[in-house]
């Protein structure tokens, strides 16, 4: 949780705490792993003294799988690629390093 606190906005942070915790709660553990991407578009750029922004398109192959703490596969397959499109939007204000 600490690494992410550090990538992510505290309203997503908040969500994914959420639902780690959640997760941990009943021995389940996500895992997502990202094959290949196959699409990256620039949908948006704000470049600014004191803000930079950038949206992203992605098209991406994953894994998804949800394990318990045996390593047994409660839901998804270790084996099934999924193709996933989303947006990610990475941004830095002139205070961050």
Do not use: A, H
Request: aromatic share 8%.
């Amino acid at each position: 949780l600490e690494e992410l606190k550090e990538l992510l906005t505290p309203k997503m942070f908040e969500i994914f705490e959420k639902n780690i915790l959640e997760n941990q709660k009943q021995d389940m553990f996500c895992k997502t792993v990202i094959v290949s991407v196959n699409e990256k578009n620039i949908i948006e750029k704000v470049i600014s003294d004191c803000f930079s922004s950038v949206k992203l398109s992605l098209k991406m192959q994953q894994i998804n799988y949800i394990e318990n703490t045996k390593g047994e596969v409660i839901s998804g397959s270790k084996d099934r690629v999924n193709n996933i499109s989303e947006i990610w939007i990475f941004t830095k204000t002139s205070n961050d390093k």
